[in-house]
């Protein structure tokens, strides 16, 4: 069964501040109680629309536990891979237009 214990109160913090210093607009749905739940929206420099979640443990390499969100845009048709909160953002920031 899939959990999301990693993701903590301290690594929702991580992407919001994240998402700020690259500049992108965004906003959280609240669910940081209930992380299977919890979506970060996000506002790309081309106006798309992404959705961030926090990753199900399976999908998390025990190498890199820093990455667990994963990002994925309707418009585009497109699913990041899992990356850290850093990484996740400038991913949206730089896809071309």
Not at 11 to 27: E, K, N
Not at 29 to 40: E, I, S
Not at 75 to 85: E, G, R, Y
Request: proline letters at 8%; one cysteine or more; aromatic letters at 8%.
């Amino acid at each position: 069964m899939a959990s999301f214990e990693h993701a903590t109160p301290e690594r929702c913090a991580q992407l919001s501040r994240a998402l700020t210093a690259a500049g992108l607009d965004w906003s959280d749905n609240g669910r940081q109680d209930d992380p299977q739940f919890l979506t970060f929206t996000v506002t790309d420099p081309h106006g798309r629309i992404w959705q961030v979640s926090p990753a199900a443990n399976f999908q998390i390499s025990p190498s890199s536990p820093g990455q667990i969100w994963q990002a994925s845009c309707a418009a585009l048709m497109t699913k990041a891979p899992v990356l850290s909160a850093r990484l996740v953002a400038e991913y949206i920031k730089d896809v071309p237009a």
